[in-house]
């Protein structure tokens, strides 16, 4: 058995299945590599036998291409409506996020890609769940100014962050960030 799924490994069958409830900035059918790997996660992780729901973004695709795709999954698959303005937007997802949190009752959530991670961060904080923040890199560019700070806190107040590469690890800590935990799970290939 792998280190990873020695970590992740499905539920003991004398108690309920773990709930991991991912939110990621992009989920398929659109394109995407956030999204195809947040897609991934929650595959494995349904195969694991963890209950799994996600909260996506997903743009890029006709409604009925999303509505079909969303069908045929395993797991639930809540998408974001568009709203106009960020500010309502936030307002809007935070309370989407917050229902999911109550309803699903997730043992962890994931959160995957930078606007995904800082909503988990900034909503789910002092709460008692845990946050697992995904880095892609894309994360880790900016170095200075109002978003640098804010995915330093962000990815500071996750349980753990996982990272797809060394170098993914490397850009994230030459941002000033130092999880508590963290772990380099590269990205597969099916």
């Known amino acids: 058995m792998t280190p990873l799924a020695q970590e992740v490994r499905a539920p003991a069958s004398s108690r309920a ?26 595959t494995g992780l349904d195969r694991l036998g963890w209950k799994v729901a996600v909260l996506a973004s997903q743009d890029y695709a006709a409604d009925r291409e999303i509505d079909d795709f969303n069908k045929v999954q395993a797991f639930q698959v809540t998408r974001f409506r568009k709203i106009a303005g960020p500010a309502f937007e936030a307002v809007y997802r935070e309370i989407v996020l917050t229902r999911s949190v109550r309803s699903f009752a997730p043992d962890v959530l994931v959160a995957s890609g930078s606007r995904a991670v800082m909503l988990a961060a900034a909503r789910m904080a002092g709460k008692h769940l845990p946050l697992v923040a995904m880095g892609h890199g894309t994360e880790f560019g900016a170095r200075h100014g109002w978003r640098a700070a804010v995915l330093r806190k962000a990815f500071g107040r996750a349980a753990a962050v996982v990272c797809v590469s060394e170098f993914t690890r490397d850009q994230m800590h030459l941002a000033g960030i130092h999880p508590k935990r963290e772990r380099v799970i590269p990205n597969g290939a099916d």
Do not use: C, D, K, M
Request: no cysteine; aromatic share 4%.
């Open 17 to 42: 299945a773990q709930r991991a409830l991912i939110l990621t900035s992009e989920f398929p059918p659109g394109p995407g590599g956030i999204g195809t790997h947040a897609h991934q996660v929650a």
